[in-house]
Structures are given as structure tokens and as C-alpha cells.
């Protein structure tokens, strides 16, 4: 036998033995013990009225309030929900897998003469029930423990032993605003990028000014998510004291969130520290740092949330659309089962037209929104490539313009609307059709 597998041999043995000293030696065998595993406790989390932590020698006070759980002490503040969440589950369904007698003097061997964690656990019928916790067992699935100052070493899942050892910082809420997307129905910015507003109606976003212009959902979904599950990196003051001390008494940045249920949140930006800003919430008196990311969102221009779509078209609500490019001026109407007929010009009268030629190009997003046109820009569209006419059913005209091509791209303007969309010269190209291409033949 070569020396390196007798080596590795003996280490296998040695593991071996110090797995059944520590783990099958005290107690019955384990396929006795399968038949004796029973619950920790037989309380559910409803029926608990508060739960005390103390671990390196820090104390935390935990209470439910307004069906939250709140931290009592050391500070006072809303506890992350999953990690509360974790604690009463890892609680209410611990088992006993095993249980055995230890003397004093081989608590030692177990971390249970000094637990990494003690939790009690006070009852709304007023009883209180007492867990220590000490080390994981070889394998780490199980966690030694004390209960109700039994004398028995329990052996209980290391799952409670980690969602208990956590520090303050990782049992409080350092959610920014504690709110999802999806509770809002209303947000306004203000920052260095610019101030705007965006509103609700039904499941669709919009920017709200003189007119209502439709926003882009992906990117306000994006923005919005990220900005509403974001998190504190770090407290840096529990009362919100000396606000100018954080540049936090004439905040350059604020985004104010309304909510469908009822009221306002405000998150404030400050001053920077190295990487991070200086923040703090309306409805909490704590001033914490957030990250870059964080920040960007926050300074996201009203540009990068407008819909790249510079008409939104809905062909089954339109009577008649009116093309006029270098090649032709064409006319079609409306005749109902997607079926449109041409009315000018006259030799094609009555001919039906392809809508994949009429419509499809004004489907094509933008590449960008440009909230002011240039002079530049301005002449390309007084004098436009191709101009489209939509007229609806309810007689409103929408007229979109189409500049000559500049580089690779062409400039786009609706009428009545500030803004100009910068897309790619394919759209040019597509609606430039002679009228051959856009017609049938049929007859």
C-alpha cells in the first residue's frame, strides 16, 4: 500500500470516530431516535407576544405592533420582515432529532457553557419559553441546544441557530421607502437631471405636464422597482439630528411617492461620502447612506422614461391615414376586418392597400427622445422627407413628420408635442414606398 493512500486511509478513520463519538455515542442509535423526533414547541407564531435575542453580549427586544414586527431595544424600528419571518418559522417548526444527557463539564464540547445565542420567547397567555443554542454539529445540518434549562443536550436544526445569529443591522428594515412598485400611483422627481412627474391610469404609466405623453414601461418598471426595494447601506443617525451635517437641510434630490392606499413618502438625498450619498425617508426619523446605484435612478432623466414609441396606434380605432412621401401622396380608408381601401390616388381608387406598408413602419421605436430640438434639427423637420395624416373615428387628426435622413437616423415629431424621436433611416426607407408596393393589383 503506497504511503499517501494509507495516509489518506487513517484520516477517513479518524473522521469516522470523531462522528460517532460526537454525534451517535450520546443517546440511542439513529434509527431508534427517527421515532422519537418530535416539535421543539408547540406554539404557533400567532401566539407569540414578543421574542428576546441575546447574542455577543447585545440584547434585541422584538414585538409585533400594527402587524408588523418592530425592534423594541436597543433601538426603535421596523424589523426586516424576512428575517422575522425566518426566526418564527425556524421557531415554530423546530424538531427534536435527538436528545441526551451531558454533564456540566461536556457542555463545553457542545458551545453550550457559553451559547452563541440565547432567545426567549413570552406567550400572550403569559408563559415564556427559553432556548440556548451553541455550536453546529460535524456535519452542520443540526445546531446543540438547551431547552427551558433542561438539563438534556437537544439536538435541533442548525437552520434556527442562523436565522437567529444575526447582528442589528441585519434584523432591522433598512428598506428605503418600504414600499413596492406596485403601491404607487404617483411619483415625482426632482434632481440635477431635472424635475417631472409621472402618474397611473389603470395599469399604464404616463408623464404628466401639459399633456399627457405616454412612458416607456419597461424602463419606469426598472426604475421604479429598483428605487422602491432598495436598501440602506449603513444607519449613520437613529434621532435625524443635525440634518445640515448631511447636506440633508436643502436636499439637491428628493423623489416623492404616492401611494394608492393613501399618503406620501419622500426620500431626500444629501451630501456625498466617498461612494455613497446621505439619505433619509419622510416617515422615519433615521439618516442612512445609499449607494451609487441607488442614486442614478434617483437622477434618471425624463428623456430615458419617455415611450420610445412616438405614436401609440390602435388601427381598429382609425377611419383613415393619409401618406405623403417623395414617391406619392396615398390615401386609404378604413373598411373594417383590417381591410383598407385606397381613395387616392384616383387610378388605384378602391384598390385594397397593404397595411404592413401603411402601419408596421410607424411601429418602429426610437432610438432617442430628445426633450428640445436643435436649431439643426428644427429646419430637417420644416420641410419633412414624409408626412403622415391619422385621422380616427372620432375625428382627431395626428400628424407625424419624418425628416430627410441625417447619418444613419431621421428625426420624428408629432404635432402638438415638444419632444422629437431620433430613429434609425429604415423608417425613412419604409415609407418611402412607390405605389406599386403599397397597393394590390387585384381587381
Do not use: C, H
Not at 384616383?346 to 408596421?360: G, I
Request: zero cysteines; glycine letters at 8%; aromatic letters at 6%.
Amino acid at each position: 500500500m503506497k504511503k499517501s493512500t494509507l495516509i489518506l486511509l487513517l484520516v477517513a478513520v479518524a473522521a469516522g470516530v470523531a462522528v460517532y463519538y460526537l454525534e451517535y455515542k450520546p443517546g440511542k442509535p439513529r434509527d431508534e431516535e427517527k421515532d422519537e423526533t418530535r416539535p421543539a414547541f408547540t406554539f404557533t407564531r400567532e401566539q407569540i407576544s414578543g421574542i428576546t435575542v441575546t447574542r455577543g453580549g447585545q440584547t434585541l427586544d422584538f414585538a409585533p405592533e400594527n402587524n408588523k414586527w418592530m425592534i423594541k431595544q436597543p433601538v426603535s424600528a421596523v424589523a426586516d420582515e424576512s428575517a422575522m419571518n425566518a426566526l418564527l418559522g425556524d421557531l415554530t417548526s423546530a424538531r427534536i432529532e435527538r436528545e441526551f444527557a451531558a454533564g456540566p463539564g461536556e457542555l463545553a464540547g457542545y458551545g453550550l457553557t457559553q451559547p452563541a445565542v440565547r432567545i426567549k420567547i413570552k406567550l400572550k397567555d403569559g408563559k415564556t419559553r427559553r432556548i440556548e443554542l451553541g455550536s453546529k454539529d460535524v456535519i452542520g445540518s443540526s445546531a446543540y441546544a438547551k431547552l427551558d434549562g433542561n438539563a438534556n443536550v437537544a439536538m435541533v436544526p442548525a437552520t434556527l441557530l442562523t436565522s437567529a445569529d444575526k447582528t442589528l443591522d441585519e434584523f432591522r428594515d433598512r428598506s428605503v421607502l418600504g414600499v413596492t412598485q406596485y403601491d404607487l400611483n404617483n411619483a415625482r422627481f426632482k434632481s440635477p437631471s431635472g424635475a417631472f412627474e409621472l402618474t397611473k391610469k389603470g395599469e399604464e404609466w404616463f408623464i404628466k405636464g401639459a399633456t399627457e405623453s405616454p412612458a416607456d414601461e419597461a424602463e419606469v418598471s426598472s426604475v421604479l422597482g429598483e428605487i422602491t426595494a432598495a436598501k440602506a447601506a449603513v444607519i449613520v443617525s437613529e434621532t435625524g439630528e443635525d440634518a445640515a451635517k448631511y447636506g440633508l437641510d436643502k436636499p439637491q434630490i428628493t423623489f416623492t411617492a404616492t401611494l394608492t392606499a393613501g399618503g406620501e413618502k419622500t426620500l431626500s438625498v444629501g451630501a456625498k461620502t466617498e461612494n455613497q450619498y446621505y439619505a433619509k425617508t419622510s416617515d422615519r426619523p433615521q439618516i442612512y447612506r445609499i449607494e451609487q446605484a441607488l442614486y442614478d435612478k434617483l437622477t434618471t432623466k425624463l428623456s430615458a422614461l419617455r415611450s420610445k414609441n412616438f405614436v401609440k396606434l390602435n388601427r381598429d380605432e382609425l377611419a383613415r391615414i393619409q401618406i405623403r412621401n417623395p414617391n406619392l401622396t396615398l390615401v386609404a380608408e378604413n373598411k373594417g376586418e383590417g381591410k383598407w381601401l385606397v381613395t387616392e390616388p384616383a387610378e388605384k381608387k378602391d384598390k385594397e392597400a397593404f397595411t404592413f406598408k401603411l402601419f408596421d413602419p410607424l411601429e418602429t421605436k426610437a432610438v432617442e427622445v430628445i426633450e428640445s430640438a436643435t436649431g439643426a434639427i428644427a429646419s430637417k423637420l420644416a420641410k419633412p422627407a414624409v408626412e403622415v395624416r391619422l385621422t380616427g373615428k372620432d375625428g382627431r387628426i395626428t400628424v407625424i413628420k419624418v425628416s430627410a435622413a441625417d447619418g444613419d437616423n431621421v428625426y420624428v415629431r408629432v404635432d402638438g408635442k415638444p419632444e422629437v424621436y431620433k430613429v434609425g433611416k429604415s423608417l425613412l426607407e419604409s415609407l418611402s414606398f412607390k405605389l406599386d408596393e403599397a397597393v394590390s393589383s387585384a381587381t
